[in-house]
């Protein structure tokens, strides 16, 4: 297995994961870019128009974490 030729590769954070399986796609089938699910990308559409129509109504990531801590820390 390949991780196990890599084991640096499970200590990346999950962003830099993220970006790696990424980067070995494109390099897979020769694309310059990744096909993302039409309904996935409705979906993410339709929430940045949300976002768009009224920013004050989210949260930042931080708020969201210190509710989640908060929550899990009882």
Do not use: N
């Amino acid at each position: 297995m390949i991780l196990e030729l890599l084991p640096e590769v499970q200590r990346l954070p999950a962003s830099e994961k993220r970006q790696l399986a990424e980067e070995l796609l494109l390099v897979a089938d020769g694309t310059d870019e990744v096909e993302v699910d039409p309904v996935i990308m409705a979906l993410l559409d339709s929430r940045l128009a949300a976002y768009d129509a009224d920013p004050s109504a989210v949260s930042t990531w931080e708020e969201v974490k210190a509710r989640v801590f908060k929550r899990h820390a009882s």
